[in-house]
């Protein structure tokens, strides 16, 4: 603003959606500065006794807004009833850059309550007339400078004849201030000889405001006579007000009328300039304030009329905002008598230029770069000035995390400096640029799995990356089936973090290696069958594998004949399966065995054959069907024969064997 305290704040709001559509609104914010300076309390009105000098407190005041100001005083003298009484009133006046001021007073009352002081006079004295008292001249100070009276009075008591008497002179010193003292001198007198008046002083000359002090005239009076002695004064004007002669003639008359004068004359000359009363001491102020100079006032002892006029001389500083201003009053008075006083005010330059508000401290996120406001400035007190900056840049806890500052620098042409900063805080949110993953795929075993390739993702801050790669591992329907979830995690300094993930699926479709089947074989009977070995196969993926043998047999033509397809079948966790098979045939073709039968034998007719039961077996413990068929074969007669019993044994498959008995 046009001043420290009063300045405007606009905040601009912008909305900016991802598509990088931006709208602005904003809210402005006026401060003014009407606050005066407020100025703390002084003393309360007090009053001393002259001639002590007033003696002010400094006052002091405070700015709410912040806003450099003056504290100046200007001394107001109130003339009391007499010379020595008088009261002095300070008021202090605070002003701040915005020009709003306040005031404040203190009042001290110098009072005139000491009388004159009259030097000591003689002891009381006695003399011889003719002699005349003579009594000393009273002499007196003031302590206050007050003008003064000095007058005495005298008392004459008769003694025992008329020339015998004594007298008292009682002085009295009285000021403007109607204080007032005494003091006496008392003589005695024998009168022996006619009044006489004594020799008075010769012509002389003193300086107004000095006022004539005639010599009190004495006389003595040889002849005892009572006499009066008076005095007439006649003034004579001189060149000027102040200059003008008194001559005093006393005349000595006794009882008898006889008479004797005497002259004294006393010579006024003004040659005492005007007195300027005290000026302020040299001051300093600071710019842009305009030396305000207190207003000269003077007095003439004399009485005389004065001219009270000044001059003022500006002398240049070193800079445009500082200079020094000295006003010379001079009071001159009708004689022609002259005084000057001077007061000096220096204005010195010691207010920097301003700097305009700056932006607060902000956080962009990187990679942008920091783009700082422009900063202004004001020199209250004109001076030129120049506007430079310097960033300073602070590493944060990683690469991309920093702060700069940049601080204006305002150096006017006295060598005043202020500064300001702003501050943008850069912070790294932005998580690595994966690079793509590799494709999900789907393998058979755990042994298939790829082996987990190293990935490199960019920093769009900058700075190195770290890569973890890290497999998670989801079971599946079985222990050869799961899922695995290859996750490339990468971090960059600022612990920002990504990540791409392939899928692995593993899924067991292999089947157990088999092992060889038996070789496929026939037997004769299902007691030949084999028992059913154990086989043993192996699983690409590496599970365990379960065998189940099983045995089916189909029926051939007869109860021992058949096939039996012996089937190992392996399954593996996943339930792959597969299977191996032996084919056993069994076909009985083996015939019964008929145990060995009586070797032939022979009887006579009149007997009959006897022949043995036959026994059949058969290697397969199957039933055996035995039958038997005779054979009779003639011989040679009718009683002689020969009959041959031929057995046959027939199993289920239809094998059969034969065994005979021949009885003859």
């Known amino acids: 603003g046009q001043c420290a305290g009063s300045y405007s704040v606009t905040r601009t709001w912008t909305a900016t959606d991802a598509c990088n559509n ?78 709003n001021s306040s005031t404040k007073s203190q009042t001290i009352n110098v009072q005139d309550v000491t009388a004159p002081v009259i030097a000591a006079l003689p002891a009381p004295s006695t003399i011889d007339c003719p002699a005349v008292p003579q009594f000393a001249q009273a002499t007196a100070t003031d302590n206050c400078g007050s003008a003064f009276t000095l007058t005495f009075n005298d008392v004459t008591t008769p003694g025992q004849c008329a020339g015998s008497y004594s007298v008292t002179r009682t002085w009295t010193a009285r000021d403007a201030c109607n204080n007032s003292s005494t003091a006496t001198q008392t003589i005695n007198v024998q009168d022996v000889t006619a009044p006489v008046i004594a020799a008075l002083p010769a012509p002389s000359t003193i300086d107004c405001p000095a006022v004539p002090q005639f010599t009190q005239a004495t006389a003595t009076d040889n002849c005892g006579s009572a006499f009066t002695l ?134 962009i996120n990187c990679p942008a770069v920091p783009q700082f406001a422009q900063a202004t400035a004001t020199d209250n007190c004109g001076s030129a000035f120049t506007l430079t900056f310097n960033d300073v840049t602070t590493p944060g806890q990683c690469t991309g995390n920093y702060s700069v500052t940049r601080t204006w620098t305002a150096l006017d042409a006295c060598g005043n400096s ?36 190293s990935l490199t993702a960019n920093d769009a801050c900058g700075g190195p990356i770290t890569a973890v790669g890290n497999d998670v591992l989801t079971s599946g329907s079985c222990s050869g089936s799961f899922t695995v979830t290859r996750t490339w995690v990468f971090t960059d300094l600022c612990g920002n973090t990504s990540s791409v993930s392939q899928t692995i699926n593993v899924s067991d479709t292999s089947n157990p290696v088999l092992p060889a089947a038996p070789a496929d074989i026939t037997v004769s009977c299902s007691s030949e069958v084999p028992a059913m070995t154990s086989l043993v196969a192996s699983d690409t993926c590496a599970g365990q594998i379960s065998v189940i043998g099983v045995d089916t047999t189909v029926p051939g033509n007869c109860p021992n004949s058949y096939v039996i397809t012996r089937r190992w079948t392996f399954a593996d966790p996943c339930g792959n399966t597969a299977s191996v098979s032996q084919t056993i045939s069994v076909q009985d073709t083996t015939d019964p065995i008929i145990d060995a039968l009586p070797a032939a034998t022979t009887i006579d007719c009149t007997q009959q054959p006897q022949f043995a039961q036959a026994v059949a077996s058969d290697n397969c413990n199957l039933p055996v069907t035995l039958t038997f068929a005779d054979v009779t074969t003639p011989g040679q007669c009718a009683g002689s024969y020969s009959i041959t019993r031929t057995w046959t044994a027939v199993d289920g498959c239809g094998n059969a064997s034969t065994s005979s008995q021949t009885i003859n």
């Open 230 to 363: 008076t005095f007439n004064d006649v003034t004579t004007p001189g060149q000027c007000a102040g200059s003008y002669s008194v001559t005093r003639t006393w005349t000595a008359r006794d009882a008898c009328n006889n008479s004797s004068t005497a002259t004294q004359t006393i010579n006024v000359q003004d040659v005492t300039a005007p007195v300027i009363a005290a000026l302020p001491a040299p001051s300093t102020i600071n710019c842009p304030a305009v030396p305000q100079f207190a207003q000269a006032t003077a007095t003439d002892n004399c009485g005389s009329a004065f001219t009270l006029t000044f001059n003022d001389v500006t002398t240049p500083g070193q800079c445009a905002g500082s200079y020094s201003v000295t006003r010379t009053w001079t009071a001159r008075d009708a004689c022609n008598n002259s005084s000057t006083a001077t007061q000096t005010i220096n204005v010195q330059d010691v207010t920097a230029p301003v700097i305009a508000a700056l932006p607060a401290p902000s956080t």
């Open 22 to 99: 931006s709208s602005t609104k904003s809210q402005t914010i006026n401060v003014q500065d009407v606050t005066a300076p407020v100025i703390a309390n002084l003393p309360v009105p007090s009053t001393i006794n002259c001639p002590a000098v007033p003696q002010f407190a400094q006052a002091t005041a405070t700015d709410a807004c912040g806003s450099s100001f003056t504290l100046t005083f200007n001394d107001v003298t109130t003339p009391g009833q007499c010379a020595g009484s008088y009261s002095v009133t300070r008021t202090w006046t605070a002003t701040d850059a915005c020009n």
């Open 418 to 453: 202020s500064t300001r900063s702003q501050t943008i805080n850069v912070q790294d949110v932005t998580a690595p640029i994966v690079p793509q993953a590799p494709a999900n795929v789907t393998v058979s075993c755990s042994g298939d799995i790829p082996a987990m390739i």
